[in-house]
């Protein structure tokens, strides 16, 4: 069986921390601090005689908080500490939530059995048309009956007369086991009816509780040789199988949500309509179980309801009842029971102790485990896989050079994308091109090509940017690769363009052997920059300038008629 806390749970051990000796409380930072007992008195004894007496006077006198405000030598407060808590209040003692030797939290499997056990007696009297129920009451009208008695006759009318043919010993609950860590303290309130529309808060009780959403398991067994020949030979009332139990369970939860949602109708006092608004939202939750699935409430707080008082319906509470029972008969204005206890987390009040149960077969159960193992086996395997994976494609990265480590980087290969992430090609690879020697600048100059030679924004004039285009450029001037947009020079072409371009003045131009008359289309273009560069064409030139500007813009113009065809 699961066990999913929907809201918080306190089973109590019958302990209780003791101010100025378990607990102590600052009033100017209202924090509460409690220790672990056993270990604190372990620092204690090891504190030596005078450690030993100051503590003991300590205790004595009601000054535990002075004792530890001035940090007694030999005392680790952390390693005693189990709670650390804000209150505003002082409180004398706080109710201890029941442990194992391990110091997890305790669900005691007879307390989740008597929360069945509550169940299966409802379903029981259902089921008799409440035939020991109407013959209770007569009885405890009529003078005489002893009050301590009053449901023995009922519980052993339908459960049986004594433990060997007890109807709920086809019933084994084994405890359900929390780890330590939630348990945590908690306020919890104590709200009362103070009059027919109007709840108000009476007192706070801090104790520690197992916090809600958390999951555990346990096991329940129902003997089916004992239920299947129990009615024949022991006189049981019913076969308590898991089906009969669970639909006795959600006929008492249903019964008790109603009770709640009728007692808070039309209720405006403190945290009436939260509590209200939670029973609604819970029996939206009790729609969504599955077939094997049941909510209720039991442990503390679940109150004279969670217990066979529930067997008696409002309308049978009149004040004679009431006043025979001892159930609050100077407050038969109200319905009993008055109070309920709540806890206010988080902005939102919530009722003690619901909890959702989950019955799995046994053997389904082991199956499903098994599963569970064998997926977290593969999972953890293609975990292993994975990161094996990684550290070859890491060791694949670092065993290559810087220059292959770029050429992929260009190529964006998933090894580079996975070990160099934030390298870019045009950031951290174009760079080296200037830089590089020749045969390494040719091998990155070739892997931008293979990258961009197929894409036209990448390679072609027309859609390059201008920048994108100058790297084009350097490129093809690298590789020296034909491209179709570049005008590709034979060797002395070549030889008398690199000669203008690197003329410095008009006067090495004068100086030089350059004619006119024998320049190319594009020898004469180069020629055209330089002049402009140096101002030939400005109106104010010296007249050699002028002249020399005139003849080359004339030559120009007939180069450019031989490119027309047919001329």
């Given amino acids: 069986c699961d066990v999913e806390l929907l809201t918080p749970l306190h089973i109590g051990s019958g302990d209780k921390y003791v101010e100025h000796f378990d607990f102590s409380y600052k009033r100017q930072t209202q924090k509460l601090t409690v220790f672990n007992r056993n270990k604190l008195f372990e620092q204690v004894a090891g504190s030596g005689e005078a450690g030993i007496h100051a503590f003991t006077r300590a205790i004595e006198e009601e000054r535990l908080d002075e004792w530890l405000d001035s940090r007694p030598e030999g005392i680790n407060m952390d390693a005693a500490r189990i709670h650390s808590f804000s209150c505003e209040r002082r409180p004398r003692e706080i109710l201890v939530q029941l442990r194992t030797g391990t110091s997890d939290a305790l669900l005691a499997g007879s307390s989740l059995k008597g929360s069945l056990r509550t169940a299966v007696l409802s379903q029981l009297s259902k089921e008799d048309g409440r035939k020991a129920i109407d013959q209770f009451k007569q009885k405890l009208l009529a003078p005489g009956l002893r009050i301590k008695t009053d449901d023995n006759e009922i519980v052993k009318q339908y459960l049986g007369p004594d433990a060997q043919k007890n109807l709920m010993r086809c019933l084994s609950v084994a405890d359900c086991v929390f780890p330590a860590h939630t348990i945590k303290l908690e306020h919890v309130l104590l709200s009362r009816r103070v009059s027919n529309q109007k709840m108000a808060v009476k007192f706070a009780v801090i104790l520690e509780k ?250 072609r004039k027309k859609q390059c940017s201008k920048s994108q285009w100058e790297k084009v450029e350097k490129l093809v001037e690298i590789t020296g690769i034909d491209h179709p947009d570049i005008l590709q020079l034979d060797t002395g072409e070549q030889q008398l363009v690199d000669t203008i371009s690197a003329l410095k003045d008009f006067g090495q131009f004068c100086n030089s052997n350059i004619s006119m008359d024998g320049l190319t289309l594009i020898a004469a273009e180069t020629l055209k920059d330089k002049f402009m560069e140096w101002g030939c064409n400005n109106k104010k030139a010296n007249p050699n300038k002028s002249k020399a500007w005139k003849a080359l813009d004339k030559n120009l113009k007939n180069l450019r008629k031989k490119q027309i065809p047919g001329n």
């Fill in 210 to 459: 197992i916090c809600e959403g958390s999951k555990a398991g346990c096991q329940v067994s129902f003997d089916t040789y004992l239920g299947q020949h129990g009615q024949a030979n022991l006189g049981f009332r019913a076969d308590l199988t898991l089906d009969w139990m669970l639909n006795a369970v959600r006929r008492k939860t249903a019964k008790t949500i109603a009770t709640e949602l009728d007692f808070f109708d039309g209720e405006g006092g403190d945290h009436s309509q939260m509590l209200k608004s939670f029973y609604e939202q819970l029996q939206g939750k009790i729609r969504e179980t599955g077939e094997n699935e049941v909510i209720l409430q039991l442990a503390w707080g679940s109150g004279w309801n969670g217990m066979t008082g529930e067997l008696l319906e409002k309308n049978e509470l009149t004040p004679v009842l009431r006043e025979k029972l001892k159930l609050a008969p100077g407050y038969a204005q109200f319905p009993f029971p008055k109070s309920r206890r709540f806890a206010l987390i988080n902005g939102q009040a919530l009722p003690m102790g619901w909890v959702k149960l989950s019955f799995t077969d046994k053997e389904e159960k082991k199956r499903f485990e098994a599963e569970q193992r064998q997926a977290a086996l593969n999972r953890q395997a293609r975990e292993d896989a994975t990161q094996r994976a990684h550290e070859e494609r890491k060791e694949q990265w670092l065993a290559m050079d810087e220059t292959g480590q770029d050429i992929a980087i260009i190529q964006k290969t998933d090894l580079a994308l996975e070990q160099a992430p934030q390298k870019e090609p045009l950031k951290d690879v174009w760079p080296k091109l200037e830089k590089s020697e020749p045969d390494i600048q040719k091998k990155l100059a070739q892997t931008f090509i293979g990258e961009w030679e197929n894409i036209p924004e990448t390679w």
